[in-house]
């Protein structure tokens, strides 16, 4: 019921300095809270008064919401029905497309069988000579084996001390004498390969032994042979291959020596 009329002759006694509650206690005693409501009454009307057309907009906003929301819904119905199509659409297209794999994975697998077959085949006439000269082969080395065995002791038990131009010299002699004798051997033969395959070498080499024919014969005879050799090791390359390849298995050194004595030449 306040008007702006009211609002407008309230004003010039809101606006004097001695309007306040403190003034009116003094005044009125207890009658003096009539002066803080008429100031809150004045106050509610001018907040009211900008309330009042938010109100209004919004009771309209509610109303425009709750059609723009009903048609939300029809959309969303009408969304949901066309995902069912949409859904059943994708549930065919996908059995189709995992059929269409299965097909193209098994044509694969028949074209590989096929083709495995194919080049199995032609390698198996291809084989068939292979075979025959691996046949001829194996007989030529059981054939040598008994000289080959023999030229490989020899060298292990005999050629130690050394060096490699004396070796090959008694390689030499050796199948000299097993000509005269007619023992069969092969012309081609190479002891280190032989004696050792290239993996354990490239382990040696690893382990400090030096890459060259010599050290490697040495090596070969240090580890092939039955009896304890004795190394003749000024550069003390022998010494530091022994210490890495036998650092796991236990070697025990005597610190007062200074060298590991192997007749063989480094």
Not at 9 to 19: A, G, N, R, T
């Amino acid at each position: 019921s306040i008007t702006g009329e009211i609002v407008e002759l309230l004003e010039p006694y809101l606006d004097m300095e001695d309007y306040n509650l403190e003034t009116a206690k003094k005044v009125c005693g207890n009658v003096a809270g009539l002066c803080s409501w008429t100031q809150a009454m004045a106050y509610f009307y001018g907040i009211n008064k900008e309330v009042l057309p938010l109100k209004a907009n919004l009771a309209l906003q509610e109303g425009r919401l709750a059609a723009a929301q009903i048609e939300l819904n029809n959309a969303q119905s009408q969304l949901d029905e066309k995902q069912m199509e949409l859904d059943q659409v994708q549930a065919m297209y996908d059995a189709a497309m995992k059929e269409k794999q299965t097909l193209l994975d098994d044509a694969e697998t028949c074209r590989r069988k096929m083709n495995n077959a194919t080049a199995l085949i032609e390698g198996l006439g291809g084989e068939k000579l292979r075979w025959t000269e691996s046949s001829k082969n194996f007989q030529n080395q059981i054939t040598h084996l008994v000289g080959n065995v023999l030229l490989a002791t020899g060298f292990l038990s005999y050629s130690g001390p050394f060096n490699q131009e004396y070796r090959n010299l008694l390689l030499h002699l050796w199948k000299k004498e097993m000509n005269n004798n007619k023992i069969p051997y092969s012309n081609d033969l190479n002891l280190t390969g032989m004696l050792v395959d290239n993996a354990t070498v490239s382990e040696w080499n690893l382990q400090g032994l030096p890459n060259d024919d010599l050290s490697i014969q040495n090596g070969i005879i240090v580890t092939k042979a039955s009896r304890y050799p004795l190394l003749i090791d000024p550069q003390s390359q022998g010494k530091i291959w022994i210490k890495n390849k036998e650092k796991n298995n236990g070697l025990q050194v005597n610190a007062s020596f200074n060298m590991i004595f192997l007749r063989l030449h480094f």
